[in-house]
């Protein structure tokens, strides 16, 4: 009835490159076929941090519970994906940049016919977003909003060069989002939240794998947790597939869906 998993251990003895390649091969996405006739459902997977008592920020920022090998993983998952997709207002709280290309990565995106760096998609439907915030008007950003948001937010956006795309009509339809990334050739996505952002992605069945970094610290508070949505919920089960710690304390986790689930 009880199996025991064994934790691999990262430590800080050990090479950077070779710990990268490792990781990488760990959370290497599943093959799937990128082009015409049969583009694919896209493979989404979330990244998130919590406190051991499931607190997902502490003073506001969920960087504050995070360490050095929390941003190795998190190199890595940008490393490997197509397109980071996160919730505008995380974004702009977090102080999210571009993502830029990665040198350790360069030749295997390439092999993989990938772009140097993953696109940005961030996901608004009220569009109040800062006008300064650098990233709105990179080529490789996209804003994800539905048509019932604000004309006049969708104006001044608009004016500044941001790139808007209509996913849903009241809100944003999670299935019009996948398509449009299909057919983009983002099939490697990959989300970093925030809670409500993850929420609508747990609510609509798409979260394929779920990597979750507990930070050894107890937070208490008011802080919510890493995924909320409105309505009754549903159970999505889950399987472990790596347990991974470091001298820090940290556990990082890879969850995925259950056997005969999904894709």
């Not at 925030?194 to 610290?217: F, K, M, N, Q």
């Not at 710690?245 to 995925?256: A, E, L, N, P, S």
Request: hydrophobic share 40%; aromatic share 4%; charged share 20%.
């Amino acid at each position: 009835m009880f199996g025991v998993q064994k934790a691999t251990q990262l430590t800080s003895g050990d090479d950077e490159a070779a710990t990268l390649r490792r990781l990488a091969g760990l959370y290497a996405y599943p093959d799937r076929p990128a082009s015409p006739p049969c583009l694919p459902r896209p493979f989404l997977r979330a990244n998130m941090v919590s406190s051991i008592d499931g607190a997902v920020t502490h003073n506001g920022k969920s960087g504050d519970l995070g360490g050095p090998g929390d941003r190795t993983i998190f190199r890595v998952l940008r490393g490997l994906a197509d397109l980071v997709l996160v919730g505008a207002n995380t974004a702009a709280t977090e102080g999210y940049r571009q993502p830029a290309p990665d040198d350790m990565f360069a030749a295997d995106r390439a092999a993989r016919e990938q772009h140097p760096a993953p696109a940005l998609a961030l996901v608004s439907r009220s569009l109040s977003i800062p006008g300064d915030y650098t990233p709105l008007t990179h080529p490789d950003t996209v804003v994800v909003t539905c048509r019932a948001a604000p004309p006049e937010r969708r104006a001044a956006l608009t004016a500044i060069g941001a790139t808007l795309i209509d996913c849903g009509d009241d809100t944003v339809d999670i299935d019009q989002l996948l398509d449009v990334c299909a057919e983009r050739g983002w099939v490697r996505m990959l989300s970093e939240g925030g809670p409500s952002l993850l929420g609508a992605l747990i609510d609509a069945d798409v979260v394929d794998e779920l990597c979750v970094t507990t930070s050894p610290t107890l937070v208490a508070g008011d802080s919510g947790r890493i995924a909320r949505a409105p309505g009754k919920a549903a159970l999505h089960a889950m399987r472990p597939a790596t347990i991974i710690t470091d001298d820090d304390g940290f556990v990082f986790t890879r969850w995925t869906r259950a056997t005969g689930e999904g894709a």
